[in-house]
């Protein structure tokens, strides 16, 4: 396909300022919007262009996977982690199983008399204690957690694709966000495999661009 001068201006404004709004290129180029038009038409069907709704033209030099790829690799651990539910090490199991069907969550933060982190409950451990014959009322959660230092936590300006691979690999449901104190770690987050899933899906969505 043979382009025109103008289209060729067109595609070297997108490769060096996209994403770029249509009026954005007819406001370089001197040109109305609509005489524009066409040639966006055009270059967009021809595959020269990508263009998304509220976000603008792409030069397709890059793939769509790439484009995306770049979108993720931006995502901070901040951004999206939600407020973590903390129990103490004296809890009882009874009120541990309690508190994870009260707030729906998957993972339980196990923390000392100074917020600091010292265990973590999956709803496995809480199911095996609960299999056994003893008393869950009479059992406190420090017994059966998950102890430092085989603990996963992530940090507020790690990526969030790090942290997704980090649960992908331990098989896990969710970290704690956690911050250095005088005492040890505090926990301030949450991340979760349906906070990242979430991610994606705005992503994929158009909603975060």
Avoid at 44 to 51: D, Q, S, V
Avoid at 101 to 116: H, I, S, W
Avoid at 169 to 185: M, W
């Amino acid at each position: 396909m043979e382009l025109s001068n103008r289209q060729e201006q067109i595609i070297e404004i997108v490769k060096e300022n996209g994403p770029i709004t249509g009026e954005k290129i007819a406001d370089r180029l001197s040109l109305t919007r609509a005489t524009l038009r066409p040639d966006l038409a055009i270059l967009t069907m021809a595959g020269f262009l990508e263009a998304r709704p509220r976000v603008g033209y792409f030069y397709t030099g890059k793939t769509g996977t790439e484009l995306l790829t770049e979108q993720i690799k931006k995502f901070k651990v901040h951004e999206y982690q939600h407020v973590p539910i903390v129990v103490k090490e004296n809890v009882s199991v009874y009120d541990a199983i309690s508190t994870m069907f009260l707030e729906d969550v998957g993972t339980l933060f196990v923390v000392d008399d100074t917020a600091t982190l010292t265990g973590v409950l999956s709803r496995k451990d809480l199911l095996r204690a609960s299999i056994g014959q003893q008393d869950l009322n009479t059992v406190p959660v420090h017994i059966i957690m998950t102890r430092m230092p085989n603990i996963t936590v992530c940090r507020k300006d790690d990526l969030l694709l790090e942290v997704a691979k980090k649960l992908m690999n331990k098989q896990i449901d969710g970290v704690p966000v956690v911050k250095d104190t005088e005492h040890g770690l505090e926990v301030i987050g949450r991340i979760t495999k349906t906070t990242i899933t979430k991610a994606f899906v705005e992503l994929i969505s158009d909603e975060h661009l």
